[in-house]
């Protein structure tokens, strides 16, 4: 088989043709004058040099396409996104949203374009270095979490090897939240009490999910409250000795936000013994995991909330944004607090005080979820 080639201009672009046995093609090479003369001709000398080999130059350019176009559509951003998209009907809308909010603003300006075959564990720990040099390390962790997450989808559909992030386990220092986690910025506190709101499983584990931060009792004994403690007229709630954990009886104003939540409840649970019976038996209560299992399937990490962590999320707010005095918020907690003289308080010390602070604090939860902030 005998070519013959030659450069020619043609529409404002260089190219090479060849002629072999009445079989004519032409490989364009780009647009004067993005492409000078001296580039054609380099290209034309490499075109020939396939073709001395057997090889099409046309094939070779379309293959060559194909892997960048491959490339560009196995980026870490583009699988992220379509990650996001396969798994955001599983998490509440509000929670769904702050998660790629959180990849948009902290992960894609530093990795996003990158195909994520090429991504290392450094790569990643990068991305994570920066955030806790802001001092926000909880963000960390969370994005730490859903990289994993990222990367376990994309071996998952074939398009990495396996998950890098799974070698910066103990990279990052732990969250210093105390030892139940609790977001204490009303910032992250808004979208947490949407996603209660939101909540789509049982009923009753949304009823628990919504008084737990309006309460902020133990969950032991949110759990095993009984309809028979609870006093509509006072609007009280009364806990014997026995549940408590300074076995000291213990008294919670019911703000009417909380009544009102209960009241509906009533109307499904009522015939109960327990405020939350258990589903499958309500001789029993609710398991000690429903609120935290409510909390992860909604998305929220260990790291970020736990049943327990909403007393601290009310005793930091209360005083920090509310000024509420600090022995009212410790004796509602039931903490162990002393008067002045040294003697402990009883269950009903400073209950108009308390009244009016669990109102406050009920009022001030409704004003973050619209934005009051």
């Known amino acids: 088989m005998v070519f013959s080639f030659w450069l020619r201009r043609l529409g404002g672009s260089y190219g090479i043709s060849n002629i072999a046995l009445e079989v004519r093609k032409k490989l364009t090479f780009g647009a004067y004058p993005v492409i000078t003369l001296a580039d054609a001709g380099q290209r034309r000398e490499d075109a020939k040099k396939l073709l001395v080999n057997g090889i099409d130059p046309g094939e070779t350019k379309k293959v060559q396409k194909a892997a960048q176009g491959e490339q560009n559509t196995n980026t870490f951003e583009v699988i992220a996104r379509e990650w996001h998209s396969k798994f955001a009907h599983t998490w509440v809308p509000s929670h769904a949203q702050?998660?790629?909010?959180?990849?948009?603003?902290?992960?894609?300006?530093?990795?996003?374009?990158?195909?994520?075959?090429?991504?290392?564990?450094?790569?990643?720990?990068?991305?994570?270095?920066?955030?806790?040099?802001?001092?926000?390390?909880?963000?960390?962790?969370?994005?730490?979490?859903?990289?994993?997450?990222?990367?376990?989808?994309?071996?998952?559909?074939?398009?990495?090897?396996?998950?890098?992030?799974?070698?910066?386990?103990?990279?990052?220092?732990?969250?210093?939240?105390?030892?139940?986690?609790?977001?204490?910025?009303?910032?992250?506190?808004?979208?947490?009490?949407?996603?209660?709101?939101?909540?789509?499983?049982s009923f009753v584990v949304?009823?628990?999910?919504?008084?737990?931060?309006?309460?902020?009792?133990?969950?032991?004994?949110?759990?095993?409250?009984?309809?028979?403690?609870?006093?509509?007229?006072?609007?009280?709630?009364?806990?014997?000795?026995?549940?408590?954990?300074?076995?000291?009886?213990?008294?919670?104003?019911?703000?009417?936000?909380?009544?009102?939540?209960?009241?509906?409840?009533?109307?499904?649970?009522?015939?109960?013994?327990?405020?939350?019976?258990?589903?499958?038996?309500?001789?029993?209560?609710m398991s000690e995991n429903a609120v935290n299992a409510g909390l992860r399937r909604m998305g929220f990490e260990k790291s970020e909330i736990t049943g327990h962590g909403f007393r601290a999320m009310a005793r930091t707010l209360l005083d920090e944004v509310s000024h509420v005095r600090p022995d009212y918020i410790e004796h509602q907690l039931a903490h162990a607090v002393k008067?002045?003289?040294?003697?402990?308080?009883?269950?009903?010390?400073?209950?108009?005080?308390?009244?009016?602070?669990?109102?406050?604090?009920?009022?001030?939860?409704?004003?973050?979820?619209?934005?009051?902030?």
């Open 98 to 201: 702050h998660k790629l909010e959180r990849l948009e603003k902290n992960v894609f300006p530093w990795i996003g374009k990158r195909p994520i075959k090429e991504l290392t564990a450094p790569d990643i720990l990068a991305v994570l270095r920066r955030l806790e040099s802001r001092g926000i390390l909880d963000t960390a962790h969370r994005v730490r979490f859903e990289c994993s997450s990222i990367f376990r989808y994309a071996v998952a559909t074939g398009r990495a090897d396996r998950d890098p992030v799974a070698d910066l386990k103990g990279a990052l220092p732990p969250v210093k939240n105390g030892h139940h986690a609790a977001p204490t910025d009303p910032k992250a506190v808004a979208p947490l009490l949407k996603a209660i709101d939101e909540f789509q499983g």
């Open 206 to 285: 949304k009823c628990a999910l919504q008084l737990a931060p309006l309460l902020f009792v133990r969950p032991g004994e949110l759990r095993a409250a009984e309809w028979s403690e609870i006093d509509f007229e006072t609007a009280e709630w009364n806990i014997p000795a026995g549940k408590m954990k300074m076995k000291i009886a213990h008294l919670v104003p019911l703000s009417t936000q909380v009544v009102k939540v209960l009241l509906e409840l009533k109307e499904l649970t009522g015939h109960s013994k327990y405020v939350f019976p258990c589903h499958r038996s309500p001789l029993r209560c």
């Open 339 to 373: 008067d002045p003289n040294g003697r402990a308080y009883n269950r009903t010390a400073h209950l108009v005080e308390r009244k009016k602070m669990m109102q406050l604090w009920a009022d001030y939860l409704d004003g973050l979820k619209v934005g009051q902030i």
